[in-house]
């Protein structure tokens, strides 16, 4: 397989995937993953998430920044994996951008509730398999 056509094949597998699986690295040296809805993309070089900002998670990554954030398609054995960083925001711009209807469930406090973070992940490789093919190319 060619990389424009893992690159392709990539970003659809991206665009249908509303779960990803993201890890980041305990203070204890162990790598933890969690599945998160993913909420926007931008090509495969960014993938935004939010969370609370009190979380295991977000205290992981002030710690260290390195992730991976995995999508799968179990259906056909096809996966994508990005390496990377995330970086937490907490700017009133980046709030707003992931802010969905029915957050306020879980930030009572709206858009500005101080226990609401988004998380902007920045890849700088990626390893996708599709079957027998692998191929590892920049994002």
């Not at 902007?120 to 490789?125: E, K, N, V």
Request: hydrophobic content about 35%.
């Amino acid at each position: 397989m060619k990389g424009v056509e893992a690159r392709r094949k990539a970003l659809a597998l991206v665009e249908r995937s509303g779960i990803a699986l993201v890890g980041s690295n305990s203070g204890d040296g162990h790598p933890w993953i969690k599945a998160m809805l993913k909420m926007e993309t931008e090509d495969l070089k960014t993938v935004w998430f939010s969370t609370n900002t009190s979380s295991k998670r977000v205290a992981q990554f002030r710690e260290d920044p390195r992730a991976c954030v995995y999508f799968v398609d179990f259906s056909d054995w096809m996966g994508l994996m990005l390496i990377g960083q995330v970086k937490i925001l907490s700017d009133p711009e980046s709030r707003q951008r992931i802010w969905r209807e029915g957050y306020e469930t879980y930030y009572p406090l709206g858009v500005s509730d101080p226990d609401y973070t988004v998380l902007r992940f920045s890849a700088a490789s990626a390893n996708y398999y599709h079957q027998i093919d692998n191929l590892t190319f920049e994002p």
